[in-house]
């Protein structure tokens, strides 16, 4: 049974920067491409971006990219999110998951994120 375990958030100014961990287990994890979500109050989740298995390749939404990172240790079984430059509407709870799940699929608890002054 898969379980995904994000840590790392917090309240963070704007400009700052915040590493979030994802672990991962209960899956061949070094097999599954992974992907960083996040959900702001009142709307709907959204994608962040993804890593491919090896992580040799990422790719991010618009409103992230030159901020953001992904990046894994597959040998800890673990995938990152390194988010530099952050605004307030980077607000929301965080989460990891397969770049195929959806709504109905098992979520982790997610990380909040909160940036304000």
């Known amino acids: 049974q898969v379980q995904l375990v994000e840590s790392g958030g917090g309240l963070v100014q704007p400009g700052g920067s915040l590493r979030l961990s994802c672990a991962v287990s209960g899956t061949l994890f070094s097999e599954s491409a992974m992907s960083w979500y996040r959900q702001a109050p009142g709307k709907q989740r959204e994608l962040v971006g993804g890593i491919t298995k090896s992580g040799g390749s990422t790719d991010y939404v618009d409103s992230v990219k030159g901020r953001f990172t992904i990046s894994r240790d597959n040998t800890k079984n673990t995938v990152y999110l390194r988010m530099r430059s952050l605004k307030p509407e980077d607000t929301a709870v965080y989460y990891c998951?397969?770049?195929?799940?959806?709504?109905?699929?098992?979520w982790g608890q997610g990380t909040q994120v909160t940036v304000s002054s």
């Open positions: 998951n397969s770049p195929r799940a959806g709504p109905t699929d098992y």
